[in-house]
């Protein structure tokens, strides 16, 4: 029942490619990654696969004119409370680019500017101090990902949550739009939450 | 070749239409379909390669975040395209990262991505497609769909097939309904053709209705019948007319057998007649041979021998006029006579027959003398030639009249008989040579037949003509013979000359030389001669005569012409040439009697020319009418 619920649902985007129209009807969307989650191996995985997700959501965001000044500007994404992550995603970007764009990681300290950032990785640790970096960055045109229980609900963008053991990621295009940037509606398809048929 | 299609006209107008529509169609048809199949497949790639392009696309994110549940439903969504069996994503590294199969049975999916492209395999395609995203290969797409070139050509094979058909019906009711503007002008003529040919009427036309080259061929189709109608009816005209020359030749034809039927019948009778007296002269003479013979019985057997040669003579006679009627020698020569002296005489002539055969002969003759020009022993033939029929025709004992009578400017004399009479039919022949009136075989009256046709030849040479008339047969006969009349003569008749009628009144005597191979003939004629007083002297030929001449000195000689030795003229030269013969009367005998040999006579020195056969009245006639 589900999966024909589901199949419907997506149909309905496909068709919207087919004819040309590429709004985005769905607001969240939840991807599944079959990455197993226990141990600390696991945990080294994890981080591995969540790094190379959040090099790739570069290239399903759409910043606003201004953002990114110069065609070869570097997409700068930095990342707060995981250094390991950090690491990570530093040994993944070299040579890489997107759209022309190189990557640059920024590790975030305490008081750092988040001008000239186009992608804020918030790690697990304490909620209060997500919530306030998440609202920190909201006037900045900004993807904010975070790995956080609910973290959509605290205003991010991405939030990564694991499901039977795999990364996947929830997203909320609005919030994401609040901060003037755009999600790809191809990106939301693969997002988790928007199977669950459940907007935000 | 035109195909064998139909024999009209019509049929081949149809043929050409039909064939050039289906032609034109097949053609397009074809040009279609093959555009249509290259289309096919162009579009087809384009089509699988298209959807290839947006399953790709759609399935980058998932292949990027891992989600293969979400590239497995991507590709799902494949599914509302029944044309493709199955799709496969592989990951970079070679493996299966989703799969989608239309059916359960589908085929194996190839263990490995192949080269970017696409491969037609028979009834389906097969395609694989690099998922690219940010310069960044992340998978290949693997899209196996159907195929099917020939689905399509049915289809438009059907739609072809229901064109052509719709085509070909509209020509064939386009061109039904225009080709009567071309084939009805033929057909017209067609007909017109037939009707000439079933009625042979050749003065039927056929129609121009067209200005076109049919108009032309009408035209022309009708000059030709003139020509062959006008052909024809002269040849009719030929015809008739050559029919009616071969009528013509076919009556002259039984016309020629007729007398050449007639001349055979008149051999076997002319040789029957010559012989008939033959046996009496035969007897006569074994009587006077006979050595006690009493003087009574050798008179009558000279009597009956003189009668028969007589007889015999007049055949002959007879016969020489029918051979100079046959080429045309018959002459007269014309001279003043009175009628009645030339009545009167062929009246003596005959009366030995009529009164042989015991028949009443009246005369009714007017008194006053007749004056014709004619030739008085021709006409008196003619007139002793119908006693003599008259007499031969009639029973023993029967009435032979015999009048003359004078109109303005005619004479008529009428011969009548109560005899057998003529059938009526036979009237008109009786003139033609050799007719027998008598055409049984076992006929009592025999005669040449001859008779009446030369009479008729004697009157009409006299510018008269002959008439039979008979009320059939046993009624009797009755020949008028018309003869113009000349001027009355002045005076009476006793100035007509006298008719020579031979007389033998004695001559003065006189030297004489005949000269003859016919040593018969010439010697009974010395004889005769002698007899009459006269000196004579025989010779048998040329060269005989020649010498006797000499000596002889004779005042007349009568010399043949076919003579051995010397021939007659050249003896007569040579005699006219000698002194003591140059002022004897010479006088030639020859069997020819035409111009030109009379004139070869003269030539030769001759004074006279008589025609055999030669009696001695002519020769007397000659001795008594020359100076001495």
């Known amino acids: 029942m589900i999966a024909d619920k589901m199949t419907a649902m997506l149909r309905r985007p496909m068709r919207a490619w087919a004819a040309g129209a590429g709004t985005l009807l ?175 | 070749m035109m195909p064998a299609f139909g024999s009209s006209v019509r049929a081949r107008v149809m043929w050409v ?181 079933n009625r042979r009427d050749f003065s039927l036309r056929a129609e121009k209705t067209t200005q076109d080259e049919i108009g032309e061929l009408a035209v022309a189709f009708n000059g030709m019948l003139g020509e062959v109608g006008q052909r024809s009816s002269e040849l009719e005209v030929i015809n008739l007319s050559l029919e009616h020359e071969m009528n013509e030749k076919r009556e002259a034809e039984e016309a020629l057998r007729q007398a050449d039927r007639r001349k055979d019948e008149f051999l076997a009778t002319l040789a029957h007649e010559l012989r008939n007296p033959l046996a009496p002269i035969r007897n006569g003479l074994e009587i006077l041979r006979m050595p006690n013979v009493d003087a009574t019985a050798a008179a009558r057997a000279r009597d009956m021998m003189e009668r028969q040669l007589k007889q015999m003579v007049r055949l002959v006679d007879d016969l020489l006029d029918v051979s100079r009627i046959t080429t045309g020698k018959l002459v007269v020569a014309r001279e003043r006579v009175e009628l009645q002296t030339v009545v009167h005489n062929a009246v003596e002539t005959a009366r030995p027959f009529v009164e042989a055969r015991r028949h009443t002969l009246t005369i009714d003759m007017p008194g006053a003398p007749i004056a014709i020009d004619a030739d008085a022993t021709r006409l008196a033939q003619v007139v002793s030639n119908l006693i003599n029929n008259a007499a031969r025709y009639t029973e023993p004992g029967g009435r032979i009249g015999v009048s003359v009578t004078q109109d303005a400017d005619t004479v008529s004399i009428c011969v009548s008989d109560n005899g057998i009479g003529i059938a009526r039919e036979l009237q008109s022949s009786i003139f033609d040579m050799f007719t027998q009136v008598d055409q049984s075989l076992e006929r009592r009256q025999a005669g040449l037949g001859v008779g009446l046709t030369l009479a008729k030849k004697l009157v009409e040479l006299h510018g008269g003509s002959i008439h039979v008339d008979s009320e059939g047969l046993g009624k009797g006969t009755r020949m008028r013979v018309v ?103 010479l006088t030639a005998v020859s069997g020819w009697g035409q111009a030109s040999d009379r004139l070869r006579a003269t030539e030769a020195g001759f004074d006279n020319h008589l025609v055999k056969p030669v009696e001695v009245d002519q020769l007397e006639s000659i001795i008594v009418n020359s100076p001495a």
């Open chain 2, 483 to 585: 003869l113009p009349l000349t001027s009355p003569l002045p005076g009476t008749s006793r100035d007509l000359p006298a008719v020579n009628t031979g007389s033998a009144r004695g001559p003065a005597p006189r030297r004489i030389l005949l000269a003859d191979d016919n040593v018969d003939f010439v010697n009974s004629m010395g004889t005769l001669l002698e007899a009459m007083g006269h000196e004579v002297c025989v010779a048998h030929d040329g060269a005989e005569a020649l010498a006797s001449a000499e000596k002889f000195r004779p005042d007349f000689a009568f010399l043949d012409i076919g003579m051995p030795m010397i021939n007659g003229y050249d003896l007569a030269r040579r005699l006219k040439a000698m002194p003591a013969t140059a002022h004897t009367v």
């Open chain 1, 26 to 200: 769905f607001a969240t969307l939840c991807a599944t990654l079959s990455i197993p989650a226990a141990g600390q191996g696991e945990r080294s995985l994890e981080r591995g696969v969540k790094a190379a997700f959040l090099y790739k959501f570069a290239g399903y965001v759409e910043w606003p004119a201004g953002a990114l000044p110069a065609a070869d500007a570097p997409i700068v994404i930095a990342v707060a409370q995981e250094a390991a992550l950090a690491d990570e995603l530093e040994r993944i970007v070299p040579g890489r680019r997107i759209d022309n764009h190189p990557i640059v990681v920024r590790r975030l300290r305490e008081g750092d500017s988040l001008a000239g950032i186009q992608i804020l990785f918030i790690g697990a640790g304490d909620r209060g101090r997500t919530a306030s970096l998440v609202r920190a960055a909201q006037p900045h045109p900004l993807l904010v990902v975070t790995e956080i229980d609910n973290g959509l609900a605290l205003g991010s963008g991405i939030n990564f949550v694991l499901h039977e053991g795999r990364v996947r990621f929830e997203a909320s295009p609005e919030a994401v739009e609040r901060s003037g940037l755009k999600l790809s509606s191809r990106l939301l398809s693969v997002a988790s939450n928007a199977r669950m048929g459940t907007a935000q």
């Open chain 2, 17 to 197: 239409v039909l064939s050039t529509t289906f032609a034109s169609l097949l053609l397009a048809g074809t040009t279609l379909l093959l555009y249509e199949l290259r289309n096919y497949k162009a579009t087809r790639i384009a089509e699988i390669q298209s959807l290839a392009n947006i399953i790709a696309r759609a399935s980058a994110p998932a292949i990027a975040f891992e989600d293969a549940k979400a590239a497995k439903e991507n590709l799902a969504l494949l599914g509302v395209r029944p044309k493709i069996n199955a799709a496969a994503i592989y990951k970079p590294g070679g493996t299966l990262f989703a799969t989608y199969s239309r059916l359960p049975e589908a085929r194996p999916f190839p263990v490995s991505p192949g080269a970017e492209g696409f491969v037609i395999e028979g009834m389906r395609v097969r395609l694989f497609q690099r998922i690219v995203e940010n310069n960044e290969v992340l998978g290949t797409l693997y899209i196996d769909a159907l195929y099917e070139p020939l689905e399509r050509l049915k289809d438009y094979l059907v739609i072809l097939g229901v064109v052509m058909m719709a085509a070909m019906a509209l020509a064939f009711a386009i061109s039904a309904w225009l080709q009567g503007a071309i084939t009805e002008p033929i057909l017209d003529i067609t007909r017109v053709t037939r009707e000439v040919m």
